[in-house]
């Protein structure tokens, strides 16, 4: 069975320092990865994917990750955080089988210091 | 486009009543569906997953159910609800060969 780990439960950081969120997963095969954001009180938003191909991911809002198979991560970064990025953040593993279910970490809460 | 709404966005009920929250999803067809639950600073939990009408997969025991009417709805009931069943829920939707979800905004549960 897979598996997400998360190993920083809350990271406080400065607003304009750089950012990087880890992961950590346990999936037999070749994993399908996602990274998703939830703001207080709303739904998970989609940054970013990875299901084969250039390690080196790029998503929205200037978010990038990087797949790394030796080391069984897939790491968040930016270079540069804004205030507006403060939120929970949740990497997932997508399970083989029709119905593709995910397995999600039990997610890093963002603080951005003005 | 595809949207995906949940109703109502919040809802507080009384220990051993009854429960229906709705999910829809509009702009695709034959998507896979799914419900999780996220307790207070916790995960998400999957609890129930479609892959297509009256098809219904459960994957934790529970006082809950899960019911697939028509392609885009995807509806979670309770009987009884317990105290525990409080928490956000949230609803989800993947085209059949893709791999992402995409969440609708959830439903905050309270059990009083």
């Known amino acids: 069975a897979q598996s997400v780990t998360q190993p920083d439960i809350h990271i406080t950081v400065s607003e304009g320092a750089s950012l990087e969120l880890r992961c950590n997963y346990s999936y037999g095969a070749t994993p399908y990865l996602f990274w998703y954001v939830q703001s207080p009180g709303q739904g998970l938003q989609l940054l970013l994917k990875y299901f084969s191909g250039d390690t080196l991911v790029q998503g929205i809002k200037g978010f990038e990750a990087e797949f790394k198979r030796s080391q069984s991560s897939f790491n968040l970064r930016k270079p540069s955080v804004h205030w507006s990025d403060a939120a929970e953040y949740f990497c997932?593993?997508?399970?083989?089988?029709?119905?593709?279910?995910?397995?999600f970490g039990s997610g890093t809460q963002l603080t951005v210091l003005p | 486009s595809q949207t995906i709404h949940q109703w109502p966005a919040t809802l507080v009920q009384p220990v051993g009543s009854p429960l229906s929250l709705e999910c829809t999803v509009e702009?695709?067809?034959?998507?896979?569906l799914y419900w999780y639950r996220q307790a207070a600073g916790r995960g998400l939990q999957l609890l129930f997953y479609?892959?297509?009408?009256?098809?219904i997969s459960s994957e934790v025991p529970q006082n809950l159910s899960a019911s697939r009417p028509q392609d885009r709805q995807f509806i979670l009931s309770s009987k009884k609800l317990l105290l525990s069943d409080s928490g956000f829920y949230l609803c989800a939707w993947r085209t059949s060969g893709g791999g992402e979800q995409y969440f609708g905004p959830g439903t905050r549960l309270t059990v009083t």
């Open positions: 702009g695709t067809s034959n998507p896979n």
């Open positions: 997932a593993v997508g399970a083989t089988g029709s119905a593709r279910q995910l397995t």
């Open positions: 479609s892959v297509g009408i009256g098809q």
